[in-house]
């Protein structure tokens, strides 16, 4: 028997916030049971759950593991002028001209994210 992704879990200064970004951006939920300055926070979204654990040492490199997101309900576009509202920052712009490409996001600890085309802009094509 192989073993299962029970959750992916991400270094953070600070969890709580952290997390609540996170589970804006997937729609997801915070545990019932995580509040301001725990060192843990569970968030459950309808893709996986992210586990936000406190560090003491800050990130200092570009991530070895990334999500990938892909929207279902709106455009990339709109996807990221969402995100950068909620307080990510553009790292870098990898769209071409025929649709494709990526858009390359920092979430607010600096950790890497990419926004691909969504499902409206694959309807689209």
Not at 87 to 115: F, I, K, M
Request: glycine share 8%; aromatic share 6%.
């Amino acid at each position: 028997m192989s073993s299962l992704i029970r959750h992916i879990t991400i270094d953070s200064a600070d969890p709580y916030t952290l997390a609540t970004f996170w589970a804006e951006v997937l729609k997801g939920t915070i545990a019932d049971n995580d509040f301001p300055g725990d060192e843990e926070v569970l968030v459950t979204t309808a893709g996986g759950t992210l586990l936000f654990i406190r560090v003491d040492e800050g990130k200092t490199v570009k991530n070895r593991v990334h999500l990938d997101l892909e929207p279902q309900d709106l455009t990339r576009d709109e996807e990221v002028d969402r995100l950068l509202a909620l307080g990510a920052t553009l790292q870098g712009d990898h769209r071409s001209p025929d649709g494709r490409g990526w858009v390359t996001l920092y979430d607010p600890e600096g950790n890497e994210l990419c926004v691909e085309r969504g499902v409206v802009d694959r309807s689209a094509s």
